[in-house]
Each structure stands twice: as C-alpha cells, then as structure tokens.
C-alpha cells in the first residue's frame, strides 16, 4: 500500500480564498483525491477540500520555512 503525505482531511472551519490551478494540476488533484479515498475509505467529495492539507504539510515539512519562522518568532519575542 502507498503511504501518501496527507491523511484523513480534519473537520475544520474554513477560511475562504480563490485560486486558479492549471489544469493538469488539478487533474492530478482529482487523481490524488481518488487514490486517497481508497487508502483512508474516506470518501473525498471535493479534491479541492485536499489543497489545504498538502499546503500545510508542504510548510510542515520545508526546513528553510521552519528555520525563518522560528527567527522570526524569536525575533517578536525580544521585543
């Protein structure tokens, strides 16, 4: 069985934006919501619901973000 990099999508209240995605972007990402469904048994209604959980494990998972964040929190915490 594949190990995808998201999992099961959280119940979460959303915030609302609007993007355009090139079309094979979004071809995979109906592709990817349909290989998801059948790893979880979570049925994936609407792939768009998967852009924010790749997002946020893209930035979860990207070091140089990680490290400018935390001098930047550092940063606000000395004054």
Excluded: C, W
């Amino acid at each position: 069985m594949t190990k995808l990099k998201i999992g099961a999508i959280a119940d979460d209240k959303p915030v609302r934006i609007a993007i355009d995605l090139p079309a094979a972007v979004h071809r995979d990402l109906i592709s990817y919501a349909e290989i998801l469904s059948r790893e979880t048994g979570q049925k994936i209604s609407d792939p768009n619901k998967l852009i924010a959980p790749m997002v946020a494990r893209f930035m979860a998972t990207d070091r140089a973000f990680a490290k400018a964040r935390k001098r930047r929190h550092a940063k606000d915490d000395e004054g």
